[in-house]
């Protein structure tokens, strides 16, 4: 297996050096060479995460150094459950696949671990260091910082946009120190990943940092998020002998297209539906519009306030003339994320994040036609990471995870950044 670039200007490389490189040299993101097809049988009932991992990624480290060390490497990165909740109480008893269980309450938490472990084991010249550049609009960066904390061969760099993520998010971004330099950027996620692709390309100052990606650009973060999509589906094809249909949070895409690549693997997947916030872009596109990436608008969905997604470039390769008649959106407002909220704590006696409630408000309005089918809605992160905008509208406390409380007990070490390449340059 070989990882070759969207824009085709670069020879191909393997699955380590992609992970190594984040973004190819000629400024795209890294794809498979092809889609393997995987039989169902290959995955026996009852398999747990890391195994179901080990057998769904083994092509994509075919003759690469990682290829004997997978098994390792998902047994570290999987080791917290993805499990998947009937909404008894709702028309249709839709599903919830809970995806904030790891370290860092987030789903970004599969892909980081995934990375970390992997680069771990990648060979490196002696005295080596690695330097990880993520551009985050929330959950990323604490998930990436809690997967590479104290390894004592790489640097991180968070980039944030200051003032656009929720004070909990932020906190978690800021508390790690020694390893983990924060920075929060006087201005959009937008700026800080301009920043991030910017630093990538020139070629310099990729060079004398070792520069590499933990975002969703990066190789390393999509292949491991498949995982619980196979998991859930299989799950649900076993109980059914149906495929299952998911509604997805989206933003920068990433999330949404592990899951349409985990469906080209073979996987028994139906429909996949991106639920969008306020920004327009995705769903403008998808409607027949042309592709407009523009400036992105701050939602109570702060994750996903993004105006140019990276990851639609990996989807517009995949499917360069018939995108929209393999993926759907909708988009969401804050005032349907506030009711959604409210409502589903009050009927269904389930909690969602501002995240999440996009899921949930398209699966009750967009799709009650469909309910009949087997949907599953992901909740992406836990709904104490949003505590001042949830709390007022459910009138009660959310319990916090004890994972989430020892972080908030760390003091925040972050510094102030312009939205400029040169800015960071001149702090790295």
């Not at 690469?64 to 997978?70: K, Y």
């Not at 980039?159 to 508390?175: N, T």
């Amino acid at each position: 297996m070989r990882f070759i670039s969207t824009r085709g200007g670069t020879a191909p490389v393997t699955l380590s050096d992609a992970i190594l490189q984040g973004l190819a040299s000629d400024g795209g993101l890294f794809v498979p060479d092809r889609m393997p097809i995987l039989p169902l049988t290959d995955f026996p009932a009852g398999a747990a995460l890391p195994s179901i991992a080990e057998r769904l990624l083994a092509p994509f480290t075919e003759d690469d150094p990682l290829e004997g060390e997978l098994g390792a490497i998902c047994r570290e990165a999987f080791d917290f459950p993805a499990p998947v909740r009937p909404l008894e109480r709702a028309r249709g008893r839709p599903r919830v696949l809970e995806l904030f269980h790891g370290p860092t309450c987030a789903f970004k938490d599969f892909g980081a671990r995934f990375t970390a472990a992997a680069l771990e084991r990648v060979h490196r010249s002696p005295g080596q260091k690695v330097t990880i550049l993520v551009a985050t609009s929330g959950d990323t960066g604490g998930a990436v910082a809690a997967a590479f904390h104290r390894r004592p061969w790489v640097d991180i760099v968070l980039l944030y946009p200051d003032g656009l993520v929720s004070p909990r998010q932020a906190h978690q971004l800021a508390c790690w120190g020694e390893n983990v330099r924060t920075f929060a950027v006087q201005g959009t996620f937008d700026d800080c990943q301009r920043m991030v692709k910017a630093a990538f390309q020139d070629r310099a100052l990729s060079a004398a940092h070792g520069l590499s990606s933990a975002n969703s650009i990066n190789i390393g973060r999509l292949l491991p998020q498949m995982v619980y999509y196979a998991a859930a589906s299989l799950e649900v094809w076993r109980r059914e002998g149906r495929k299952a249909n998911f509604v997805v949070p989206s933003g920068n895409l990433g999330n949404v297209t592990a899951g349409v690549w985990a469906r080209e693997l073979g996987l028994p997947i139906g429909d996949i539906v991106l639920a969008t916030n306020a920004n327009p872009a995705v769903t403008e596109f998808l409607d027949g519009g042309a592709w407009r990436p523009r400036a992105s608008v701050p939602t109570l969905a702060s994750a996903m306030d993004v105006g140019n997604p990276s990851n639609m470039e990996r989807l517009r390769t995949l499917f360069p003339d018939r995108l929209a008649t393999r993926v759907s959106a909708r988009l969401v407002t804050d005032e349907q994320i506030r009711a959604t909220i409210r409502q589903d704590a009050e009927a269904l006696d389930y909690v969602w994040d501002p995240h999440g409630a996009t899921a949930a408000h398209v699966y009750h309005h967009a799709l009650a036609d469909r309910t009949d089918e087997p949907w599953l809605l992901l909740a992406t992160a836990h709904p104490a990471k949003f505590n001042e905008i949830v709390e007022p509208l459910i009138g009660r406390d959310i319990e916090v995870p004890p994972a989430l409380a020892r972080l908030l007990r760390l003091p925040r070490q972050e510094e102030r950044l312009a939205p400029t390449l040169d800015a960071l340059r001149a702090r790295l």
